[in-house]
């Protein structure tokens, strides 16, 4: 095995830096990826691969893509909560990579919920 010189070390430190920033550090925006057996039944790995590209081609590095289990609500699959810092999370369902991709550009980028793919505010009221 070939010993690793600095360069390679910082090569793979610049291209693991997107990576360890979805999962940690300062961010704006958190979403949450609900992946139990339903959702990923339901297609929530390609929301997941959606949102990694979309994530990796807008430079963002302020944007957390995390999962977790079902939200228990396995006949909206599959989903994803949105939450903007001092904002109310917002729950998106029944989505499609297409959906995402609009979700990821209006609500995570710009802000601006989307409501024709939400079915909640916060923890009590729905849109």
């Known amino acids: 095995m070939a010993k690793l010189?600095?360069?390679?070390?910082?090569?793979?430190?610049?291209?693991?830096?997107?990576?360890?920033?979805?999962?940690q550090g300062e961010y704006r925006v958190k979403i949450t990826v609900h992946m139990g057996?339903?959702?990923?039944?339901?297609?929530?790995?390609?929301i997941m691969s959606t949102l990694?590209?979309?994530?990796?081609?807008s430079g963002a590095n302020d944007?957390?893509?995390t999962s977790s289990g079902c939200?228990?609500?396995?006949?909206?699959?599959?989903m994803i909560t949105l939450?903007?810092?001092?904002?109310?999370?917002?729950?998106?369902?029944?989505l499609d990579p297409e959906k995402a991709g609009?979700?990821?550009?209006?609500?995570?980028?710009?802000g601006n919920p989307v409501a024709d793919y939400a079915?909640?505010?916060g923890s009590e009221t729905t849109y």
Do not use: Q, W
């Open 5 to 23: 010189k600095i360069e390679d070390l910082k090569r793979i430190k610049e291209s693991m830096k997107g990576t360890v920033n979805l999962r």
């Open 37 to 46: 057996t339903c959702g990923i039944a339901a297609g929530a790995r390609t």
């Open 52 to 57: 990694l590209g979309k994530i990796e081609n």
């Open 63 to 65: 944007i957390i893509l």
């Open 71 to 78: 939200a228990g609500l396995c006949n909206h699959e599959p």
């Open 83 to 94: 939450e903007v810092k001092e904002s109310a999370p917002v729950k998106y369902i029944k």
């Open 102 to 110: 609009r979700i990821f550009d209006e609500h995570a980028l710009e």
């Open 119 to 121: 079915l909640s505010v």
